[in-house]
């Protein structure tokens, strides 16, 4: 007897029952849905966080490879310029000018005098 007067009370609040689960689970579904969007919120504050960081870091690096490029470009400048300067004397040997009258005398009694 208790059983039926239970199904009858449970039949009877049926779409009560219903209605206080489907309201259980859209509490449930708000809230979950509020903490996912919390949690996405702060994950997107930490991924632009990290986002500044690594564009600072970047911008860093190519002012860093600007710098050492120009530096690169001076040393193939200032080593062209000794390899031509270099080319140049290697020319210029065996290409001596007669000295002047007057230094070849000096240079005869300097060089004659000392030996």
Same mark, same amino acid.
């Given at each position: 007897?208790?059983?039926?007067?239970?199904?009858?009370?449970?039949?009877?609040?049926?779409?009560?029952?219903a209605l206080?689960g489907?309201l259980?689970?859209?509490?449930?579904?708000?809230?979950? &849905?509020?903490? =996912?969007?919390?949690?996405?919120?702060?994950?997107?504050? +930490?991924?632009q966080a990290? !986002?500044?960081? /690594?564009? %600072?870091?970047?911008?860093?690096?190519?002012?860093?490879?600007?710098?050492?490029?120009a530096?690169?470009?001076?040393?193939?400048?200032?080593?062209?310029?000794?390899? &031509?300067?270099? =080319?140049?004397?290697q020319?210029?040997?065996?290409?001596? +000018?007669?000295?002047?009258? !007057?230094?070849? /005398?000096? %240079?005869?009694?300097?060089?004659?005098?000392?030996?």
């Open positions: 007897m208790m059983q039926a007067k239970l199904w009858a009370w449970g039949l009877r609040n049926l779409p009560g029952l206080v489907v259980a689970g859209l509490v449930w579904f708000v809230g979950d &849905a509020f903490n =996912d969007r919390t949690r996405l919120r702060a994950e997107l504050a +930490a991924s990290d !986002l500044a960081t /690594a564009q %600072a870091s970047l911008q860093q690096a190519a002012e860093t490879a600007r710098i050492h490029r530096h690169l470009d001076r040393a193939a400048d200032e080593a062209r310029q000794w390899s &031509a300067l270099s =080319d140049e004397m020319n210029m040997e065996g290409r001596d +000018a007669p000295l002047s009258p !007057l230094l070849a /005398a000096t %240079a005869g009694r300097l060089f004659s005098t000392s030996q």
